[in-house]
């Protein structure tokens, strides 16, 4: 999951080498966090949040197989 969301991100936004995903795990969800430079934040989310709307439908898509929830959180 973090791999798709790093390569999501990079795609996006003006300064891929700023892009940083983590990827934490608790008991019930993974947590992945997503940080961008300040000037890319517009692109990653979009207008009225579609953008980042779509990348956490993406995760969820592709995260069909894990016993846990995923979590995207852009920062």
Do not use: C, F, Y
């Given at each position: 999951?973090?791999?798709?969301?790093?390569?999501?991100?990079?795609?996006?936004?003006?300064?891929p080498?700023?892009v940083v995903?983590?990827?934490?795990?608790?008991?019930?969800?993974?947590?992945?966090?997503?940080?961008?430079?300040?000037?890319?934040?517009?692109?990653v989310?979009?207008?009225q949040?579609?953008?980042?709307?779509?990348?956490?439908?993406?995760?969820r898509?592709?995260?069909?197989?894990?016993q846990?929830?995923v979590?995207?959180?852009?920062?």
């Open positions: 999951m973090k791999n798709l969301v790093e390569l999501i991100a990079r795609s996006l936004v003006d300064s080498d700023e995903v983590t990827q934490t795990e608790q008991e019930n969800a993974i947590v992945i966090e997503l940080h961008v430079a300040p000037d890319d934040m517009g692109k989310i979009g207008k949040g579609r953008i980042a709307k779509a990348i956490r439908t993406v995760v898509a592709a995260s069909t197989g894990e846990k929830r979590i995207v959180e852009i920062r």
